[in-house]
């Protein structure tokens, strides 16, 4: 599930914004950190870190894989991009993961269940990252400030 968002006008702290969305993923104790990567493409600098589930659950279909947190851009013109991936999640027919692991029982609760748990983690992931904009932010946060992209 992508998301991108571009904030403009808010100076924000972006190294402090990324050490405490770094914090947030370490806390899970499901995930693990895998990968870091800090630098400048086209002279615009960027931090981008994915942490991934320590472990495979036990219903596998829709529950959470990794999640890809980047920041790029500058203190007053800069874009925030996450992607949650969840297992099976480019299945065609919902459940069908969970048939192939456990049966028939296992796509029933997979399709009730653990779908909604990737969409779940991504959405309060979304409202943390909004407060830690805001306190990371040195002028008034505000929607007018934010663009939305849609993929």
Same mark, same amino acid.
């Given at each position: 599930m992508p998301f991108v968002r571009r904030y403009k006008d808010l100076s924000t702290n972006l190294d402090g914004l990324y050490q405490d969305i770094k914090k947030e993923l &370490? &806390? %899970? +104790? %499901?995930?693990? $950190? #895998?990968?870091?990567? #800090?630098? *400048? !493409?086209? %002279? $615009?600098?960027? +931090?981008? #870190?994915? @942490?991934?589930? @320590?472990? !495979?659950?036990r219903a596998i279909t829709g529950t959470l894989r990794? $999640?890809? *947190?980047? !920041? @790029?851009? &500058?203190p007053d013109n800069w874009l925030l991009e996450m992607h949650t991936g969840a297992w099976f999640g480019n299945m065609i027919l919902p459940g069908a993961g969970g048939f192939l692991v456990a049966g028939p029982f296992g796509a029933a609760a997979t399709v009730g269940g653990t779908v909604v748990f990737a969409a779940e983690y991504s959405r309060k992931l979304k409202n943390k990252v909004k407060e830690l904009v805001k306190k990371h932010s040195g002028k008034a946060y505000s929607e007018s400030k934010v663009e939305t992209f849609v993929t």
């Amino acid at each position: 599930m992508p998301f991108v968002r571009r904030y403009k006008d808010l100076s924000t702290n972006l190294d402090g914004l990324y050490q405490d969305i770094k914090k947030e993923l &370490q &806390q %899970d +104790k %499901d995930l693990t $950190v #895998i990968n870091e990567n #800090i630098g *400048v !493409i086209n %002279d $615009v600098p960027f +931090k981008s #870190i994915t @942490a991934a589930r @320590a472990t !495979i659950p036990r219903a596998i279909t829709g529950t959470l894989r990794e $999640v890809n *947190v980047t !920041i @790029a851009g &500058q203190p007053d013109n800069w874009l925030l991009e996450m992607h949650t991936g969840a297992w099976f999640g480019n299945m065609i027919l919902p459940g069908a993961g969970g048939f192939l692991v456990a049966g028939p029982f296992g796509a029933a609760a997979t399709v009730g269940g653990t779908v909604v748990f990737a969409a779940e983690y991504s959405r309060k992931l979304k409202n943390k990252v909004k407060e830690l904009v805001k306190k990371h932010s040195g002028k008034a946060y505000s929607e007018s400030k934010v663009e939305t992209f849609v993929t």
